[in-house]
């Protein structure tokens, strides 16, 4: 009975000990790692940590002046890989947000040059995301949203996404996939698949191939074949 008794104590403890324990560790740590590695400031209301299932929750999460921030999400849940930590390094396998609001016009400049790649913002980018409504919005205040979107990746390097939006029409079904995340983010050419349609109309399929490429003056060059159903 003793012991049977004893692992289930350290358990009840680790349970009720380690969750404040790692809750505190994420409120200091985790927004200066942050903002070291992302180049502006974040910040994040009180986390609350479930230590046995490597979960963290927070009500929100700001990126940027917190008046006008670059990146807003509301009711973040994240859940951490065991395998990553015990290496010593923070990768998600799963998070979630009830909202989430991306300007990226009002990122910081550094004055500094541009990265040659963005490969450091791989390890941040989790393996699952899910997201009840977001928005996208423009330098010129142009507010794109979303709603029901979901972000996945997998094992052969490809990256999708699927998102709802609320027309005039009525509801419209999108989905992307990236060929190669590695490659996006050493910006590299990379191919990406978009299907759009009506929700209620599958006549209204448009299906589009992108073979994007850094162009030699700078930017990108973007050659690009539609296929329009009915059209």
Known sequence: ML???????VVG???IWGNSLLGRVLDSQLPPLLTR????PVTLSPIKARALSLTASSDELIMGDAADPAV???GVRVRLSLRHLLEGE?????ARADYLSVNPSRWPKSGKPLPENYQFLEQWLPDSLQLEAAQYVTGGGFVYPVRDASWSREGTGKASVKWLEDRGAGEVQAAAELASLEALLSLAPVQLALDVQMSADDSSQIAAQFD???ATNGGYQLQAIIDAAQM
Not at 3 to 9: A, E, G, H, S, V
Not at 90 to 94: A, E, G, K, M
């Open 13 to 15: 403890l680790l349970a």
């Open 72 to 74: 807003e999400a509301r």
């Open 3 to 9: 012991y049977t008794f004893i692992p289930l104590l």
């Open 90 to 94: 923070v990768r998600f396998i799963f």
């Open 212 to 214: 994007v490429a850094p």
């Open 37 to 40: 590695v992302l180049g502006l």
